[in-house]
Protein backbone atom coordinates (compact mmCIF):
# COMPACT_ATOMS: atom_id res chain seq x y z
CA UNK A 1 0.00 0.00 0.00
CA UNK A 2 1.01 3.31 -0.86
CA UNK A 3 0.11 6.50 1.03
CA UNK A 4 0.20 10.09 -0.18
CA UNK A 5 -0.76 13.06 2.14
CA UNK A 6 -1.73 16.48 0.78
CA UNK A 7 -2.79 19.33 2.90
CA UNK A 8 -5.91 19.90 0.67
CA UNK A 9 -7.52 17.89 -1.78
CA UNK A 10 -10.77 17.84 -3.88
CA UNK A 11 -13.26 15.25 -2.85
CA UNK A 12 -16.30 14.31 -3.66
CA UNK A 13 -18.06 16.46 -1.01
CA UNK A 14 -15.90 19.41 -1.48
CA UNK A 15 -12.15 20.68 0.02
CA UNK A 16 -10.53 18.68 2.61
CA UNK A 17 -7.43 19.25 4.41
CA UNK A 18 -4.87 17.27 5.81
CA UNK A 19 -5.98 14.12 3.52
CA UNK A 20 -4.19 11.07 3.06
CA UNK A 21 -4.78 9.17 -0.26
CA UNK A 22 -3.96 4.93 0.25
CA UNK A 23 -3.16 3.28 -3.03
CA UNK A 24 -3.33 -0.37 -3.54
CA UNK A 25 -0.85 -1.95 -5.66
CA UNK A 26 -3.55 -2.30 -8.16
CA UNK A 27 -3.75 1.21 -9.04
CA UNK A 28 -7.45 1.30 -7.20
CA UNK A 29 -7.79 3.88 -3.90
CA UNK A 30 -8.18 1.85 -0.99
CA UNK A 31 -8.85 4.37 1.23
CA UNK A 32 -9.12 8.26 1.62
CA UNK A 33 -8.12 9.35 5.41
CA UNK A 34 -8.85 12.67 6.97
CA UNK A 35 -6.04 14.12 9.67
CA UNK A 36 -2.14 14.30 10.07
CA UNK A 37 -0.13 11.74 8.48
CA UNK A 38 0.99 8.86 9.22
CA UNK A 39 5.21 8.59 8.74
CA UNK A 40 4.98 6.50 6.00
CA UNK A 41 2.59 8.96 3.48
CA UNK A 42 4.73 10.59 1.15
CA UNK A 43 3.82 14.23 0.93
CA UNK A 44 2.73 15.93 -2.04
CA UNK A 45 4.09 18.79 -3.23
CA UNK A 46 0.67 20.91 -3.94
CA UNK A 47 -3.08 20.76 -3.59
CA UNK A 48 -4.08 17.77 -5.25
CA UNK A 49 -7.35 17.39 -7.67
CA UNK A 50 -8.88 14.75 -9.25
CA UNK A 51 -7.39 13.68 -12.87
CA UNK A 52 -9.57 15.62 -15.57
CA UNK A 53 -11.36 12.88 -17.70
CA UNK A 54 -11.17 13.62 -21.32
CA UNK A 55 -14.33 12.40 -23.59
CA UNK A 56 -14.04 13.25 -27.05
CA UNK A 57 -10.54 12.64 -29.40
CA UNK A 58 -9.88 11.77 -32.68
CA UNK A 59 -5.67 11.06 -32.13
CA UNK A 60 -4.31 11.70 -35.60
CA UNK A 61 -6.46 14.75 -35.78
CA UNK A 62 -3.32 16.25 -33.20
CA UNK A 63 -0.96 16.26 -35.97
CA UNK A 64 -2.68 18.84 -38.43
CA UNK A 65 -3.82 21.18 -35.92
CA UNK A 66 -2.95 24.71 -37.34
CA UNK A 67 -2.73 23.32 -41.19
CA UNK A 68 -6.49 24.43 -41.61
CA UNK A 69 -6.37 27.71 -40.67
CA UNK A 70 -5.08 29.01 -44.47
CA UNK A 71 -9.03 29.83 -45.36
CA UNK A 72 -11.12 26.55 -44.89
CA UNK A 73 -14.47 28.41 -45.18
CA UNK A 74 -16.59 26.48 -43.04
CA UNK A 75 -16.72 23.10 -41.45
CA UNK A 76 -17.49 20.71 -44.73
CA UNK A 77 -14.02 22.36 -46.35
CA UNK A 78 -11.89 21.42 -43.08
CA UNK A 79 -13.54 18.14 -43.41
CA UNK A 80 -12.16 17.91 -47.10
CA UNK A 81 -8.74 19.36 -45.81
CA UNK A 82 -8.76 16.64 -42.87
CA UNK A 83 -9.71 13.36 -45.23
CA UNK A 84 -6.94 14.75 -47.52
CA UNK A 85 -4.72 14.75 -44.27
CA UNK A 86 -4.75 11.67 -43.51
CA UNK A 87 -4.75 9.82 -46.32
CA UNK A 88 -1.03 9.46 -45.55
CA UNK A 89 -1.10 8.21 -42.01
CA UNK A 90 -0.33 4.39 -41.25
CA UNK A 91 -0.36 2.20 -38.13
CA UNK A 92 2.99 3.49 -36.99
CA UNK A 93 1.95 7.39 -37.59
CA UNK A 94 -1.14 6.73 -35.30
CA UNK A 95 0.66 5.37 -32.82
CA UNK A 96 3.58 7.96 -32.79
CA UNK A 97 1.05 10.76 -33.37
CA UNK A 98 -1.72 9.13 -30.32
CA UNK A 99 1.41 8.79 -27.47
CA UNK A 100 3.14 12.56 -28.28
CA UNK A 101 -1.26 13.62 -28.20
CA UNK A 102 -1.76 11.56 -25.19
CA UNK A 103 1.58 12.60 -23.40
CA UNK A 104 0.53 16.31 -23.85
CA UNK A 105 -2.52 15.56 -22.37
CA UNK A 106 -1.42 14.52 -19.32
CA UNK A 107 0.78 17.37 -18.95
CA UNK A 108 -2.14 19.63 -19.16
CA UNK A 109 -3.97 17.43 -16.31
CA UNK A 110 -6.25 15.14 -18.46
CA UNK A 111 -5.64 10.92 -17.20
CA UNK A 112 -7.87 9.45 -19.49
CA UNK A 113 -9.48 9.55 -23.16
CA UNK A 114 -12.48 8.67 -25.01
CA UNK A 115 -10.77 7.32 -28.11
CA UNK A 116 -13.30 7.79 -30.97
CA UNK A 117 -11.50 5.63 -33.16
CA UNK A 118 -12.61 5.76 -37.04
CA UNK A 119 -9.84 5.29 -38.96
CA UNK A 120 -9.54 1.77 -39.48
CA UNK A 121 -8.63 0.74 -42.54
CA UNK A 122 -5.82 1.17 -45.02
CA UNK A 123 -5.53 3.46 -47.45
CA UNK A 124 -6.82 2.28 -49.97
CA UNK A 125 -10.22 1.16 -48.34
CA UNK A 126 -9.14 -2.59 -47.67
CA UNK A 127 -9.19 -3.55 -43.55
CA UNK A 128 -5.53 -4.84 -42.65
CA UNK A 129 -4.65 -8.04 -41.70
CA UNK A 130 -5.50 -7.73 -38.53
CA UNK A 131 -9.18 -5.91 -38.73
CA UNK A 132 -8.52 -4.12 -35.31
CA UNK A 133 -4.76 -3.38 -36.56
CA UNK A 134 -5.28 0.51 -35.91
CA UNK A 135 -7.34 -0.03 -32.80
CA UNK A 136 -3.87 -1.31 -31.28
CA UNK A 137 -1.69 1.24 -32.24
CA UNK A 138 -4.10 4.01 -30.49
CA UNK A 139 -4.57 1.74 -27.09
CA UNK A 140 -0.07 1.48 -27.65
CA UNK A 141 -0.10 5.16 -27.65
CA UNK A 142 -1.91 5.59 -24.75
CA UNK A 143 0.01 2.50 -23.10
CA UNK A 144 3.02 3.95 -23.74
CA UNK A 145 2.49 6.82 -22.08
CA UNK A 146 0.58 5.84 -19.43
CA UNK A 147 -2.80 7.32 -20.52
CA UNK A 148 -6.52 5.78 -19.11
CA UNK A 149 -8.91 5.22 -22.50
CA UNK A 150 -12.45 4.20 -23.15
CA UNK A 151 -11.69 3.02 -27.23
CA UNK A 152 -15.03 3.61 -28.76
CA UNK A 153 -14.39 2.05 -32.25
CA UNK A 154 -17.02 3.79 -34.78
CA UNK A 155 -19.95 2.35 -36.77
CA UNK A 156 -19.17 4.52 -40.60
CA UNK A 157 -21.63 2.99 -42.75
CA UNK A 158 -22.70 5.86 -44.73
CA UNK A 159 -21.44 9.42 -46.62
CA UNK A 160 -24.84 11.00 -45.12
CA UNK A 161 -28.45 10.72 -44.95
CA UNK A 162 -30.76 8.28 -46.66
CA UNK A 163 -27.93 5.32 -46.64
CA UNK A 164 -25.79 7.39 -49.37
CA UNK A 165 -22.73 5.07 -50.06
CA UNK A 166 -19.69 6.74 -48.53
CA UNK A 167 -17.13 9.17 -50.27
CA UNK A 168 -13.98 8.54 -51.57
CA UNK A 169 -12.22 10.21 -48.23
CA UNK A 170 -14.59 8.23 -45.89
CA UNK A 171 -13.37 4.71 -47.48
CA UNK A 172 -11.23 3.90 -44.72
CA UNK A 173 -13.49 4.79 -41.96
CA UNK A 174 -16.39 1.82 -43.69
CA UNK A 175 -17.64 -1.53 -41.66
CA UNK A 176 -21.18 -2.52 -41.62
CA UNK A 177 -22.55 -2.93 -38.01
CA UNK A 178 -21.32 -6.61 -37.93
CA UNK A 179 -17.76 -6.20 -39.02
CA UNK A 180 -17.63 -3.44 -36.17
CA UNK A 181 -19.20 -5.57 -33.56
CA UNK A 182 -16.66 -7.92 -34.14
CA UNK A 183 -13.77 -5.55 -33.53
CA UNK A 184 -14.93 -5.31 -30.66
CA UNK A 185 -15.43 -8.60 -29.84
CA UNK A 186 -11.67 -9.28 -30.55
CA UNK A 187 -10.52 -6.39 -28.81
CA UNK A 188 -12.47 -7.15 -25.48
CA UNK A 189 -10.82 -10.78 -26.34
CA UNK A 190 -7.60 -9.30 -26.83
CA UNK A 191 -7.43 -7.30 -23.70
CA UNK A 192 -9.98 -8.45 -21.37
CA UNK A 193 -10.98 -7.63 -17.89
CA UNK A 194 -7.13 -7.45 -16.97
CA UNK A 195 -6.42 -4.03 -17.90
CA UNK A 196 -8.17 -1.63 -15.21
CA UNK A 197 -6.86 1.60 -17.52
CA UNK A 198 -8.75 0.64 -20.92
CA UNK A 199 -12.21 -0.04 -21.30
CA UNK A 200 -14.69 -0.55 -24.54
CA UNK A 201 -17.75 1.54 -26.02
CA UNK A 202 -19.16 1.66 -29.31
CA UNK A 203 -19.70 4.69 -31.53
CA UNK A 204 -22.00 5.22 -34.13
CA UNK A 205 -20.44 8.06 -35.74
CA UNK A 206 -23.40 10.18 -37.10
CA UNK A 207 -27.03 10.08 -37.46
CA UNK A 208 -25.35 10.60 -41.55
CA UNK A 209 -22.99 7.56 -41.35
CA UNK A 210 -25.68 5.33 -39.94
CA UNK A 211 -29.11 4.54 -40.81
CA UNK A 212 -31.92 4.22 -38.12
CA UNK A 213 -31.55 0.16 -38.34
CA UNK A 214 -28.18 -0.28 -38.21
CA UNK A 215 -27.77 2.01 -34.72
CA UNK A 216 -30.12 -0.45 -33.02
CA UNK A 217 -28.33 -3.16 -34.45
CA UNK A 218 -25.06 -1.77 -32.91
CA UNK A 219 -26.21 -0.67 -29.63
CA UNK A 220 -28.40 -3.74 -29.27
CA UNK A 221 -25.26 -5.91 -30.54
CA UNK A 222 -22.53 -3.99 -27.90
CA UNK A 223 -25.04 -4.61 -25.16
CA UNK A 224 -25.36 -8.16 -25.18
CA UNK A 225 -21.48 -8.16 -24.63
CA UNK A 226 -21.24 -5.50 -22.23
CA UNK A 227 -24.66 -3.84 -21.03
CA UNK A 228 -23.65 -0.80 -19.40
CA UNK A 229 -21.16 -0.18 -22.20
CA UNK A 230 -21.03 3.26 -23.82
CA UNK A 231 -22.52 4.92 -26.89
CA UNK A 232 -20.87 8.18 -28.16
CA UNK A 233 -22.56 9.74 -31.31
CA UNK A 234 -21.87 13.37 -32.73
CA UNK A 235 -24.82 15.03 -33.20
CA UNK A 236 -26.18 18.17 -34.33
CA UNK A 237 -22.95 19.86 -34.52
CA UNK A 238 -23.75 22.04 -37.62
CA UNK A 239 -27.35 23.19 -38.91
CA UNK A 240 -26.58 21.78 -42.43
CA UNK A 241 -27.00 18.54 -40.75
CA UNK A 242 -30.29 19.33 -38.64
CA UNK A 243 -31.96 20.70 -41.83
CA UNK A 244 -30.39 17.18 -43.72
CA UNK A 245 -32.29 15.06 -40.49
CA UNK A 246 -35.97 17.04 -40.90
CA UNK A 247 -35.64 16.86 -44.60
CA UNK A 248 -34.41 12.78 -44.34
CA UNK A 249 -35.99 11.86 -40.86
CA UNK A 250 -38.87 14.27 -40.53
CA UNK A 251 -37.18 15.03 -36.91
CA UNK A 252 -34.21 17.15 -35.81
CA UNK A 253 -31.00 14.81 -35.03
CA UNK A 254 -31.49 15.27 -31.19
CA UNK A 255 -35.31 14.90 -31.20
CA UNK A 256 -34.71 12.03 -32.88
CA UNK A 257 -32.19 10.33 -31.33
CA UNK A 258 -34.34 10.50 -27.75
CA UNK A 259 -37.74 9.62 -29.46
CA UNK A 260 -35.63 6.77 -31.28
CA UNK A 261 -32.67 5.17 -29.42
CA UNK A 262 -32.58 3.72 -26.35
CA UNK A 263 -30.67 7.05 -25.08
CA UNK A 264 -30.00 7.06 -21.06
CA UNK A 265 -26.66 7.33 -19.06
CA UNK A 266 -24.81 5.36 -20.72
CA UNK A 267 -24.51 7.68 -23.64
CA UNK A 268 -22.64 10.43 -25.09
CA UNK A 269 -23.99 12.78 -27.64
CA UNK A 270 -21.05 14.81 -28.47
CA UNK A 271 -21.80 18.83 -29.45
CA UNK A 272 -25.45 18.68 -29.56
CA UNK A 273 -25.08 22.40 -30.78
CA UNK A 274 -28.43 22.89 -32.47
CA UNK A 275 -31.18 22.05 -29.75
CA UNK A 276 -34.45 23.80 -29.44
CA UNK A 277 -35.22 24.37 -26.32
CA UNK A 278 -37.60 21.53 -26.04
CA UNK A 279 -34.67 19.34 -27.38
CA UNK A 280 -32.88 20.84 -24.67
CA UNK A 281 -35.02 20.12 -21.88
CA UNK A 282 -35.57 17.18 -22.95
CA UNK A 283 -31.99 15.95 -23.32
CA UNK A 284 -30.91 17.57 -19.94
CA UNK A 285 -33.49 15.45 -18.54
CA UNK A 286 -32.48 11.71 -20.29
CA UNK A 287 -29.25 11.13 -17.34
CA UNK A 288 -27.41 10.99 -20.70
CA UNK A 289 -23.89 13.50 -21.06
CA UNK A 290 -22.89 16.00 -23.32
CA UNK A 291 -19.99 15.80 -24.57
CA UNK A 292 -19.07 19.58 -24.90
CA UNK A 293 -15.22 20.11 -26.97
CA UNK A 294 -16.01 23.82 -26.92
CA UNK A 295 -12.73 25.20 -28.34
CA UNK A 296 -12.61 22.55 -31.71
CA UNK A 297 -16.73 23.76 -31.50
CA UNK A 298 -15.36 27.10 -31.83
CA UNK A 299 -12.38 26.56 -34.25
CA UNK A 300 -14.85 25.20 -36.73
CA UNK A 301 -17.25 27.62 -36.23
CA UNK A 302 -20.44 25.44 -35.20
CA UNK A 303 -22.16 27.73 -32.94
CA UNK A 304 -22.55 27.78 -29.46
CA UNK A 305 -24.18 24.82 -26.76
CA UNK A 306 -27.88 26.54 -25.08
CA UNK A 307 -25.55 25.47 -21.66
CA UNK A 308 -28.12 28.11 -19.88
CA UNK A 309 -30.91 26.42 -20.34
CA UNK A 310 -29.50 23.16 -20.18
CA UNK A 311 -27.63 23.28 -17.19
CA UNK A 312 -31.08 24.47 -15.12
CA UNK A 313 -32.76 21.18 -16.44
CA UNK A 314 -29.70 19.87 -14.69
CA UNK A 315 -28.57 18.31 -17.70
CA UNK A 316 -24.75 16.69 -17.68
CA UNK A 317 -21.61 17.65 -19.43
CA UNK A 318 -18.26 16.17 -20.19
CA UNK A 319 -15.52 18.33 -21.79
CA UNK A 320 -13.22 16.65 -24.95
CA UNK A 321 -10.52 17.72 -27.06
CA UNK A 322 -11.70 16.22 -30.24
CA UNK A 323 -9.94 17.63 -33.20
CA UNK A 324 -6.83 18.90 -30.32
CA UNK A 325 -6.45 22.21 -31.56
CA UNK A 326 -6.06 22.71 -28.43
CA UNK A 327 -4.79 20.44 -25.32
CA UNK A 328 -5.92 22.01 -21.86
CA UNK A 329 -8.95 21.05 -19.70
CA UNK A 330 -8.52 24.69 -18.71
CA UNK A 331 -9.22 26.02 -21.75
CA UNK A 332 -12.81 24.23 -22.34
CA UNK A 333 -13.70 24.48 -19.09
CA UNK A 334 -13.09 28.49 -19.46
CA UNK A 335 -14.64 29.15 -23.15
CA UNK A 336 -17.88 26.88 -22.04
CA UNK A 337 -18.37 29.69 -19.61
CA UNK A 338 -16.99 32.65 -21.76
CA UNK A 339 -19.03 32.03 -24.44
CA UNK A 340 -22.13 32.42 -22.37
CA UNK A 341 -21.39 35.31 -20.69
CA UNK A 342 -20.21 37.39 -24.07
CA UNK A 343 -23.65 35.87 -25.46
CA UNK A 344 -26.03 36.99 -22.15
CA UNK A 345 -24.03 40.17 -20.95
CA UNK A 346 -23.61 38.57 -17.73
CA UNK A 347 -21.40 36.35 -15.60
CA UNK A 348 -21.05 33.19 -13.56
CA UNK A 349 -23.22 30.97 -15.85
CA UNK A 350 -22.26 28.07 -15.13
CA UNK A 351 -22.56 27.71 -11.15
CA UNK A 352 -24.18 25.17 -8.89
CA UNK A 353 -25.21 25.74 -5.18
CA UNK A 354 -22.42 26.64 -2.61
CA UNK A 355 -19.89 26.56 -5.46
CA UNK A 356 -17.72 28.63 -7.35
CA UNK A 357 -18.20 28.78 -11.10
CA UNK A 358 -14.35 27.49 -11.48
CA UNK A 359 -15.53 24.80 -9.44
CA UNK A 360 -18.81 24.08 -10.56
CA UNK A 361 -16.82 23.67 -14.32
CA UNK A 362 -14.15 21.15 -12.92
CA UNK A 363 -17.21 18.82 -10.56
CA UNK A 364 -19.08 18.82 -13.75
CA UNK A 365 -16.39 17.90 -16.11
CA UNK A 366 -15.32 15.60 -13.51
CA UNK A 367 -18.81 13.69 -13.22
CA UNK A 368 -19.87 13.67 -16.48
CA UNK A 369 -16.37 12.56 -18.16
CA UNK A 370 -16.30 9.90 -15.88
CA UNK A 371 -19.85 8.75 -16.84
CA UNK A 372 -19.32 8.83 -20.04
CA UNK A 373 -15.97 7.00 -20.16
CA UNK A 374 -18.01 3.97 -18.12
CA UNK A 375 -14.83 3.37 -15.87
CA UNK A 376 -14.37 4.26 -11.93
CA UNK A 377 -12.51 7.64 -12.53
CA UNK A 378 -13.02 11.43 -11.45
CA UNK A 379 -13.21 10.80 -7.72
CA UNK A 380 -10.85 11.13 -5.10
CA UNK A 381 -12.65 8.35 -3.39
CA UNK A 382 -12.35 4.37 -2.10
CA UNK A 383 -12.13 1.95 -4.96
CA UNK A 384 -11.89 4.73 -7.93
CA UNK A 385 -8.55 4.60 -9.96
CA UNK A 386 -6.19 6.81 -8.29
CA UNK A 387 -5.91 9.05 -10.58
CA UNK A 388 -4.53 12.40 -9.66
CA UNK A 389 -3.27 15.79 -10.51
CA UNK A 390 -0.71 18.16 -7.87
CA UNK A 391 -1.03 21.42 -8.55
CA UNK A 392 1.69 24.02 -8.26
CA UNK A 393 0.98 26.07 -5.30
CA UNK A 394 3.92 28.49 -6.45
CA UNK A 395 2.59 29.34 -9.53
CA UNK A 396 1.85 32.74 -9.39
CA UNK A 397 -1.82 32.87 -10.40
CA UNK A 398 -2.33 29.96 -7.83
CA UNK A 399 -0.40 30.97 -4.97
CA UNK A 400 -2.31 31.70 -1.50
CA UNK A 401 -4.88 30.63 -2.72
CA UNK A 402 -7.11 27.83 -1.41
CA UNK A 403 -10.60 25.92 -1.97
CA UNK A 404 -13.00 27.17 -4.43
CA UNK A 405 -10.43 30.55 -5.05
CA UNK A 406 -7.73 28.26 -6.31
CA UNK A 407 -9.97 25.80 -8.65
CA UNK A 408 -11.06 29.22 -10.00
CA UNK A 409 -7.57 30.32 -10.47
CA UNK A 410 -7.21 27.33 -12.01
CA UNK A 411 -9.53 28.13 -14.50
CA UNK A 412 -9.63 31.54 -15.21
CA UNK A 413 -6.22 32.63 -14.53
CA UNK A 414 -3.49 30.88 -16.16
CA UNK A 415 -2.20 30.55 -19.46
CA UNK A 416 1.32 28.62 -17.58
CA UNK A 417 0.32 25.14 -17.24
CA UNK A 418 -0.06 24.90 -13.37
CA UNK A 419 -0.20 21.03 -13.47
CA UNK A 420 3.05 19.26 -11.60
CA UNK A 421 2.84 15.70 -11.02
CA UNK A 422 0.23 13.59 -12.54
CA UNK A 423 -0.63 10.22 -11.28
CA UNK A 424 -2.42 7.72 -13.26
CA UNK A 425 -3.62 3.88 -11.63
CA UNK A 426 -1.46 4.64 -8.57
CA UNK A 427 1.99 5.20 -11.45
CA UNK A 428 3.42 8.77 -11.38
CA UNK A 429 3.60 9.49 -15.38
CA UNK A 430 4.67 13.00 -15.02
CA UNK A 431 6.73 14.48 -12.05
CA UNK A 432 7.51 18.33 -11.62
CA UNK A 433 6.24 19.02 -14.97
CA UNK A 434 8.04 15.93 -17.14
CA UNK A 435 6.87 12.93 -18.53
CA UNK A 436 9.59 10.00 -18.01
CA UNK A 437 8.98 9.50 -21.91
CA UNK A 438 9.07 12.75 -23.40
CA UNK A 439 12.12 12.54 -25.46
CA UNK A 440 11.72 9.27 -26.97
CA UNK A 441 7.71 9.87 -27.71
CA UNK A 442 8.62 13.23 -29.33
CA UNK A 443 11.62 11.48 -31.60
CA UNK A 444 9.19 9.05 -32.91
CA UNK A 445 6.73 11.38 -33.52
CA UNK A 446 9.49 13.90 -34.86
CA UNK A 447 9.71 10.63 -37.64
CA UNK A 448 6.42 10.40 -38.16
CA UNK A 449 5.88 14.23 -39.00
CA UNK A 450 8.89 13.91 -41.69
CA UNK A 451 7.21 10.66 -43.24
CA UNK A 452 3.90 12.55 -43.43
CA UNK A 453 5.44 15.99 -44.81
CA UNK A 454 8.10 13.75 -47.03
C1 LIG B 1 -14.86 13.81 -37.16
N1 LIG B 1 -15.11 16.02 -36.32
O1 LIG B 1 -15.42 12.71 -37.23
O2 LIG B 1 -13.64 13.91 -37.04
C2 LIG B 1 -15.71 15.06 -37.18
C3 LIG B 1 -15.83 15.60 -38.57
C4 LIG B 1 -17.91 14.63 -39.54
C5 LIG B 1 -15.83 16.97 -35.75
N2 LIG B 1 -17.10 16.96 -35.92
C6 LIG B 1 -16.42 14.65 -39.54
N3 LIG B 1 -15.30 17.88 -35.01
O3 LIG B 1 -18.57 15.02 -38.59
O4 LIG B 1 -18.45 14.17 -40.55
ZN1 LIG C 1 -15.51 14.35 -33.04
Request: charged share 20%; aromatic share 8%.
Amino acid sequence: MQRYYAEQALLPDGWAEAVTIEVAPTGTIAAIVIGSPSSSAQRLAGPVIPGIPNLHSHAFQRAMAGLAEGGAGDFWEWRDLMYRFLARIGPEEVEAIAAQLYLEMLKAGYTAVGEFHYLHHAPDGQPYDDLTEMAHRVIAGARRVGMGMTLLPVLYAHGDFGGTPPGEGQKRFVNDPSQLLRMLDLLIRDYGDDHPQLRFGVAPHSLRAVTAEELAVLVAGAQVVDPMVPVHIHVAEQTREVEACLASRGARPVEWLLAEAPVDGRWCLVHATHMTPVETQALAGSDAVAGLCPTTEANLGDGLFPLGRYFTGGGKIGIGSDSHISVSPVEEMRWLEYGQRLVRRARGMFRMPDRSVGRSLLDAALAGGAQALGRPIGRLEMGCRADLLVLDAESPPLFGKSSDHLADAFVFAGNANPVRDVMVGGAWVVQEGRHGAEEAVYAAYRRALERLTA
